[in-house]
Structure formats: structure tokens, C-alpha cells
């Protein structure tokens, strides 16, 4: 159920994170299964349940998940790059219903992506 899915339990403080920064609008936190040295992920706390749910309400959310982005790769000395993924729904990949950025870094990245 939408309402039960583990980032909600994360941004209630019902589940333990290993958060990075949090504010009023979003939370980044490591991922528990890294794909990468550094992988954070990054989310709304509003509920939105895949990329494709994104509405031009959320323009300002949005633009606000992507400079705390460029902050945390800042903080965590990804000056050689980094990757930002999101998969959106079961085609991409998407396990978990609460959109989130994965930002990726600390090895280089292939291209096209598996
Ligand atoms: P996605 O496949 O894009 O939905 O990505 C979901 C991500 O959430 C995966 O990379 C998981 O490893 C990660 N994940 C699942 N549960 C947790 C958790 N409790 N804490 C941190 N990351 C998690």
C-alpha cells in the first residue's frame, strides 16, 4: 500500500536511516544495498508515488531535491562526477513507490546504463 511503503517509515522516524541532511521539504539518506562508494537517495516528503506523478505543482520541489543534490556532492567530494538516477515504475526499475533520486559516485559509470 501506497501509505506503508519503507521511505514513509523513514521520513516518520519509524525505521532507522543513515541520514545526511534533512529539511522541511525532503530527506537524503544512504542507501541500505550501496550500487556505488557514495549512493544517496534523496526524496519529497510529499507523497509522490513515481517521476511520472510529478505535476507543475512540484516544479519548485523538484528544482529543490536537485540543488541539495549538488550540495551533497559537494560535502561528499564528488568533484570527479557523479550520476543522478531515477527509475519510474517497473519498467525502470522502480522498487519502491516515493519518488527518489539516487545519487551515485565514487567509481565511474558506464554508458548506456544496464
Ligand atoms: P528503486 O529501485 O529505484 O525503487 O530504489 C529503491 C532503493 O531503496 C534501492 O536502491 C534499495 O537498496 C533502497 N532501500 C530499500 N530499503 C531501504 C532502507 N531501509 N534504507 C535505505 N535504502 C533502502
Not at 21 to 48: G, N, S, W
Not at 84 to 98: A, E, F, L, R, Y
Amino acid at each position: 500500500m501506497l501509505q506503508d511503503n519503507i521511505f514513509l517509515k523513514i521520513i516518520a522516524k519509524q525505521i532507522p536511516a543513515d541520514i545526511l541532511y534533512e529539511d522541511e521539504r525532503c530527506l537524503a539518506f544512504r542507501d541500505i544495498k550501496p550500487q556505488a562508494p557514495t549512493h544517496v537517495l534523496i526524496i519529497p516528503r510529499k507523497v509522490i508515488a513515481t517521476h511520472a506523478d510529478i505535476t507543475a505543482v512540484d516544479s519548485e520541489l523538484i528544482g529543490h531535491l536537485h540543488v541539495v543534490a549538488v550540495q551533497l556532492a559537494e560535502q561528499l567530494q564528488l568533484e570527479e562526477g557523479y550520476r543522478i538516477v531515477i527509475n519510474c515504475k517497473d519498467g525502470g526499475g522502480q522498487v519502491v513507490p516515493h519518488l527518489h533520486f539516487h545519487l551515485l559516485g565514487g567509481r565511474r559509470f558506464a554508458w548506456p546504463p544496464g
